[in-house]
């Protein structure tokens, strides 16, 4: 707030009823209260017959008081003059009035844009109002200004442009945020534009798509930032920059699961203005690795063996849109593959959060932003790592698993609101690691189902929830070629099994889903880097702490 603006309090007019309009600096809200005017026998608002200071002012002697109602300015999308219906004023009397576009919390954490007008006859009022509520819309600096924007015109139902210029774009412009948009032509032309883009102009990176669309463009910056400041991304150890431009999320493909699970609901509207009030929150990215070389990052699931399989068969599937993934994961699961291989991890010592816990991740979340302040102090003096004092010993588990999966959030989306893992958190450094052991098909669906209510999906004997920031995967056969130097022909044959199996033998190895997106290899180096990238998102507002404000703002 700045030191010249000061509270400002008045009575104004909203369809034909006074309001004492109240834009307090101190506590950030513009609050409003109806003062319930006298009515006449026919039932008009008495004041609203001329729209006069003296009308006014007979109104608030005759008040009575009425809801009040508030919106913090941080939740104003804009504020504009409002237009006069001409036809309606008398030629002599001259309005004036300003409407506020705000925020709305509408259902299930979606957001919707609201609008409300006040009047007044009095032009320096006016003016002081506007002027007012522009100052500090001003003052909200973490609002993008300018943004670049990549939509994928085939992602989902392939309605990303539409949703774009239908639902957003207007949005964007009602509150003077300038976009470029580049539609994709291609797999990559997001990703390989992000590295040749002057970064510098842009307040945020807007991509509107799917995970897959959403994966692009996070290694579209997390390797432009890594190339710029000359880090290695070969080298798993290295420490990665962070990235601080925002990547925003406009939700228009098969999972959403980025989108759901930082917002709440996949919703192109709420997703909108989330960027547009410039909402933040930072999120954990977990980077894979073979041999030394770069694979991937992940910032949902990483999954081999189930997911793995339902990502595969679902690629061929593509034309279907969404619905190719529920066919794959009937197929997948009728056909019940296990694999064998060991999963070694280090587990993250963290006293005050377990996979298994019942307070989730939430806006505000107490355990992301403990994580925050111990990075912090990490960064400032790096030599004093977390690395020996805060992670338990390398534990290893072999066996023959249906699924293996990381899961970085909780994943949750439609199809699971709940998710993968729904203690997991947005931003703590660490990933849910999930073991589910061969079991029948019977159990497995029982496992799957309790995705999908409210039972615990990890009470069962045959699946284990470990928190871990690494973890290595090696199925059998790698291991065996570990101990046998006849490597290029065991490469070779591990591939064919991979694919169709010509000796008629059982399928060796899965693939992992990594985000969506299929991995080069089944033998995989993961690690958890905290906090290294931002998204325009809160995560998961309580519905019990924002009950208040469902739909109590709206007049
Ligand atoms: C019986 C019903 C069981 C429902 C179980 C649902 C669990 C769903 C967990 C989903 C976690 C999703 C994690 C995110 C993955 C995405 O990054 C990624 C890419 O998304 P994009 O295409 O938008 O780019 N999406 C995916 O990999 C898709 C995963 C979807 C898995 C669907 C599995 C359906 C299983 C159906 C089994 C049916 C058994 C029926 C037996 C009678
Ligand atoms: N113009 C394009 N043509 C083909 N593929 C594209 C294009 N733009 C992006 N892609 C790729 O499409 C894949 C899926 O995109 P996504 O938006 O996640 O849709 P979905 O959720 O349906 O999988 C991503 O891997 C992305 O790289
Ligand atoms: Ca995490």
Redesign the pocket.
Known sequence: MGPDLQPLSSTLLRKNRCYEVTLDPGSQELSWRDLQPRRNRAGICLAGVHYGARHLACCTGEQSLSAFQSVPVSEIISVEEAAIDGGKWQQTFKPCGFTVHYVRRARKHRWRCSEMTFWCNDEQLYNQWFQALKRLLELQTSRPKHLLVYINPF??KRQGKQIFDKKVAPLFSLAAISADVIVTERANHAKDNLFEVELDKYDGIVCV???????EVMHGLIGRIQKDSGIDQNNSRAPLTQCNIRIGIIPA??????CYATVGINDPVTSALHIIIGDSQNLDVCSAHHNNTFLKYSV??M?YG??GD??KT?EKNRWMG?SR??I???K???SHHSYEGTVSFRPAKQALASPRDKQLCKFGCPVCRQAKKQLEMQQKEPFVGLEHNEDGDWQTVRGKFIAINA?NMS?A?P??PK??SPAAHLADGTADLILVRKCSRFKF?RH??R??NKEDQFDFPFVEVYRVKKFLFTPKHYEEEDNDNNDVAKKHFAHICTEKPPCGCRRVNSIW?C???PLDHPSIEVGVHCQLIKLFARGIEDPSKSKDHVDSNRL
């Open positions: 992602g989902g798509g799917g995970d897959g669309m959403f994966s493909g098969s999972t959403d699961c980025v949902s699931l999954g189930f997911y339902v990502l679902s969404p993934y529920d794959s994961g009937f997948t699961f009728l899961a994943c989306c199809r699971s998710g993968l669906l799957l189902i995705h999908t889903n985000d969506g997106e």
